[in-house]
T-cell receptor
Framework: DAMVIQNPRYQVTQFGKPVTLSCSQT?????MYWYQQKSSQAPKLLFH???????NEADTPDNFQSRRPNTSFCFLDIRSPGLGDAAMYLC??????????FGPGTRLTVT | RKEVEQDPGPFNVPEGATVAFNCTYS??????FFWYRQDCRKEPKLLMS???SGNEDGRFTAQLNRASQYISLLIRDSKLSDSATYLC?????????????FGAGTRLFVKA
């Protein structure tokens, strides 16, 4: 089945220790997104790739970076995680600007 | 004013009830509209795309009113399994690409 896969599903990192979250897709969609979702809040878009073009949201901290080495994979790098970065991180994909399909998310804990 | 606003909720309804969710958006250049549902500690799942002509999928009906910048979702004959958070999502194209904006969500509890 075509799908969006995120690894790991749960990640524990120490304060200030860099962490990378992974997303892959078999849908062959040209757009990939990263969202941060905290408890009882809506998903907040961090950035997206439209093909190879990176689009950062204005209020996304510099601490968050992303890489998309090919169509299928996209990574979220958190350079120096703080306690406030503990959240669910959701990857999504879409064909152009149409419906987005989400992966199951990675729940990040910062100790 | 928020770019996408939804009914604050939560909605508590009995099984079999009809429930309507409302969503307004502020940018008239908005292009695409969607309803997602999100279960607790799960990812959002697409429920319906919303078209100007309105669309229906079983017990679910979505409407778009571009003039009023308003989207609605109607659920008929509510089931216990409909309990979830319903998210209104709007996409618009701007100078720097396009934006996806989520509403804050409306929580629905369907009780036996």
């Amino acid at each position: 089945d075509a799908m969006v896969i995120q690894n790991p599903r749960y990640q524990v990192t120490q304060f200030g220790k860099p962490v990378t979250l992974s997303c892959s897709q078999t849908l062959n969609h040209n757009v990939m997104y990263w969202y941060q979702q905290k408890s009882s809040q809506a998903p907040k878009l961090l950035f997206h790739y439209y093909d190879k073009d990176f689009n950062n949201e204005a209020d996304t901290p510099d601490n968050f970076q992303s890489r998309r080495p090919n169509t299928s994979f996209c990574f979220l790098d958190i350079r120096s995680p703080g306690l406030g970065d503990a959240a669910m991180y959701l990857c999504a994909t879409s064909n152009q600007v149409y419906e987005q399909y989400f992966g199951p998310g990675t729940r990040l804990t910062v100790t | 004013r928020k770019e996408v606003e939804q009914d604050p909720g939560p909605f508590n309804v009995p099984e079999g009830a009809t429930v309507a969710f409302n969503c307004t958006y502020s940018n008239s250049a908005s292009q695409s509209f969607f309803w997602y549902r999100q279960d607790c500690r799960k990812e959002p799942k697409l429920l319906m795309s919303v078209y100007s002509s309105g669309n229906e999928d079983g017990r679910f009906t979505a409407q778009l009113n571009r003039a009023s910048q308003y989207i609605s979702l109607l659920i008929r004959d509510s089931k216990l399994s409909d309990s979830a958070t319903y998210l209104c999502v709007v996409t618009l194209k701007g100078a720097g690409g396009f934006k996806t904006i989520f509403g804050a969500g409306t929580r629905l509890f369907v009780k036996a």
